[in-house]
């Protein structure tokens, strides 16, 4: 448990890195929506390519089909723990009960599970979390998007299933097909060719770039914890959604996975996904969608930094 509690900390120290130049004063919450959308939309898509690319063929890549499956039942058992309990909320705000339904349901499906993988196990493993995030994000835009505005989907909310993440795992999906398409007719240049110097670069590329996704959402997560009032940090409210957060929805998520027959890697990235704390896209959305965004905040804070404890544990009760 200490060696996986000593792996978590870079994420914290990088966060912490994004509160100190926030209190410095050396960035903005105008420089923090920005940074958001370069990594929203370059530096996660290059990771999935290179990823995907890197780790599957288009034959290997179909047996992991029970990835994308696996975190929408994560993601929805969370929604449906949420609309569940959402009668213990009714006291606050309507901005609030939405708020406390949309993140129950939407954790970090991404970019910690990313940066634990990285630093637990291999290349691999990132490529199944990339390919897993098709799941969580017909999720986000439907379930989610349903919890955090109240309102019936509608044809203008699956519009935002056209996001840069999606477009890169499509991309990733043609890229495979080609080479795939190529290696059966011997299509393939010749190993040292022109041709050949040049597809690898561009995957370097996509690979130096994509490294960037953890570092600029630690700092994202940082300067955001910069901004928040700290009252907004103890409250009954924020406790109860830590719990079912970390510790009710992960028992249930858990207990299902470990008796579904899959694959050993497959099993240990979709138990680590469960076990992930709030996400922190939640605030973007909540503004977005004028929600309760202090509240996300506080919970984003608090979960990360009860998952150092809760994350090895259920790692550890698991045996993965």
């Known amino acids: 448990m200490t060696i996986l509690f000593l792996k978590m900390l870079p994420l914290v120290l990088m966060s912490f890195a994004g509160y100190l130049l926030f209190r410095m004063k050396w960035v903005d919450a105008t420089f923090n929506r920005q940074l958001s959308q370069v990594m929203l939309n370059l530096f996660y898509p290059c990771l999935i390519i290179s990823s995907i690319l890197r780790s599957f063929t288009l034959k290997t890549l179909a047996q992991n089909w029970m990835m994308p499956v696996g975190t929408i039942f994560i993601l929805t058992t969370g929604w449906l723990v949420g609309w569940a309990t959402l009668t213990f909320v009714k006291k606050h705000p ?5 708020c406390f339904h949309f993140i129950c349901m939407m954790n970090n499906y991404s970019f910690l599970p990313i940066l634990l993988a990285t630093s637990l196990w291999n290349e691999k493993a990132v ?3 990339a390919f897993s995030a098709l799941g969580s994000e017909l999720c986000v835009w439907t379930l989610g998007i349903k919890a955090m505005t109240g309102q019936p989907l509608e044809r203008k909310f699956l519009r935002n299933l056209v996001s840069m993440p999606m477009l890169a795992i499509g991309a990733s999906f043609i890229l495979l097909v080609l080479r795939s398409t190529c290696v059966h007719y011997q299509w393939m240049p010749a190993a040292g060719s022109t041709t050949d110097e040049l597809f690898t670069t561009l995957l370097d590329t996509c690979r130096m770039t994509g490294s960037a996704t953890v570092p600029a959402s630690a700092l994202i997560c940082g300067i955001r914890i910069a901004m928040l009032h700290p009252h907004k940090l103890v409250s009954p409210l924020l406790i109860g959604t830590s719990f079912l957060r970390l510790l009710v ?27 992930m704390p709030v996400a922190m896209a939640s605030v973007s959305l909540a503004e977005a969608y004028k929600s309760d965004a202090d509240l996300s905040a506080a919970a984003i804070l608090v979960t990360h930094l009860i998952c150092l404890i ?10 993965i």
């Not at 309507?94 to 939405?98: A, D, E, H, V, Y």
């Not at 998520?253 to 076990?275: F, Q, S, Y």
């Not at 809760?310 to 045996?319: D, G, I, M, R």
């Open 94 to 98: 309507l901005s609030t009960q939405r």
């Open 127 to 129: 490529a199944l979390i």
């Open 249 to 275: 929805i992960p028992a249930i998520t858990i207990g299902v996975l470990m008796l579904v027959p899959m694959d050993h890697e497959m099993r240990r990235v979709l138990v680590l996904i469960a076990t």
């Open 310 to 319: 809760s994350v090895p544990f259920w790692l550890l009760v698991t045996q």
